[in-house]
C-alpha cells in the first residue's frame, strides 16, 4: 500500500512563495505518475499539476507559469513550487499516485491527507 504525506503548507501573503513536499512510502516512487490537486469548501477537486516517470508534466492554465511540479525519484519526493500566489490559490492541496498519465480525479490509485495553504491579500 503506497503512502502519501505532504507538509510545507501554511500561510503567505499574495505574491509570495511556497513549496509543497510529498514523501511517498511502500512503493518504487518512480514507477509511478504523480500529481497534484487542490479542493476548497463545497468545489470539486481540481487537478493542479501532473507528471509522469519519464518526467514529463501538465499545469492546470490557473497555474502556468506560476506553479512548477517536479520529482526527484531518489528521495522518494514529489515537489510543487509556488510562485507569486494569489488569495484564489487558497486550498487543502492533495498529492496523488496512479499508473495511468496523466492523472485525472478518476484515475488515481493513491491520495495524501492534505495540506492547508492559505494565502492572504
Known amino acids: 500500500q503506497m503512502q502519501l504525506v505532504e507538509s510545507g503548507g501554511g500561510s503567505v501573503q499574495a505574491g509570495g512563495s511556497v513549496r509543497l513536499s510529498c514523501t511517498v512510502s511502500?512503493?518504487?516512487?518512480?514507477?509511478?505518475?504523480m500529481g497534484w490537486f487542490r479542493q476548497t469548501p463545497g468545489k470539486e477537486r481540481e487537478r493542479i499539476a501532473v507528471i509522469d516517470s519519464d518526467g514529463s508534466t501538465r499545469n492546470a492554465d490557473s497555474v502556468k507559469g506560476r506553479f512548477t511540479i517536479s520529482r526527484d525519484n531518489a528521495k522518494n519526493t514529489l515537489y510543487l513550487q509556488m510562485n507569486n500566489l494569489k488569495p484564489e490559490d487558497t486550498a487543502m492541496y492533495y498529492c496523488?499516485?496512479?499508473?495511468?498519465?496523466?492523472?485525472?480525479?478518476?484515475?488515481?490509485?493513491?491520495w495524501g491527507q492534505g495540506t492547508q495553504v492559505t494565502v492572504s491579500s
Open positions: 511502500g512503493y518504487t516512487h518512480s514507477s509511478y505518475c
Open positions: 496523488a499516485a496512479g499508473v495511468t498519465y496523466p492523472l485525472w480525479l478518476w484515475n488515481v490509485d493513491y
